[in-house]
Nanobody, 122 residues
Framework: QVQLVEYGGGLVQAGGSLRLSCVVS????????MGWFRQAPGKGREFVAA??????YYADSVNGRFTISRDYAENTVYLQMNSLKAEDTAVYYC?????????????????WGQGTQVTVSS
């Protein structure tokens, strides 16, 4: 079965950078659409970024600051986060689906990691 494990969360100052990693086991990265979602305290889970067969997709709130990428040799998807803001503070979740057309909807994703905490101090 597909398993996702996130790494790289932590505490950073506003304006700083972090790179999150999501290691995929039990499946081939190239056969899945990959996404990142986040949930801030007191808020619902929201879309952050995704990569499918067609291209990359970003939430308006992170567009231009975050970059999603894949390393097929390492079976890992990354989320590079630059120019971090206090409002980026959240638990970040990696997600995967065999739906090659999936983009922004949580319901499109079948597999989820347990999340990694990102805290941005203001």
């Amino acid at each position: 079965q597909v398993q996702l494990v996130e790494y790289g969360g932590g505490l950073v100052q506003a304006g700083g950078s972090l790179r999150l990693s999501c290691v995929v086991s039990g499946g081939t990265l190239s056969t899945h659409t990959m996404g990142w979602f986040r949930q801030a305290p007191g808020k619902g889970r929201e879309f952050v970024a995704a990569i499918n067969w067609s291209g990359k997709y970003y939430a308006d709130s992170v567009n231009g600051r975050f970059t999603i990428s894949r390393d097929y040799a390492e079976n890992t998807v990354y989320l590079q986060m630059n120019s971090l803001k206090a409002e980026d503070t959240a638990v970040y979740y990696c997600a995967a689906t065999k739906n090659s057309y999936a983009t922004r909807s949580q319901s499109q994703y079948q597999y989820w990691g347990q999340g990694t905490q990102v805290t941005v101090s203001s």
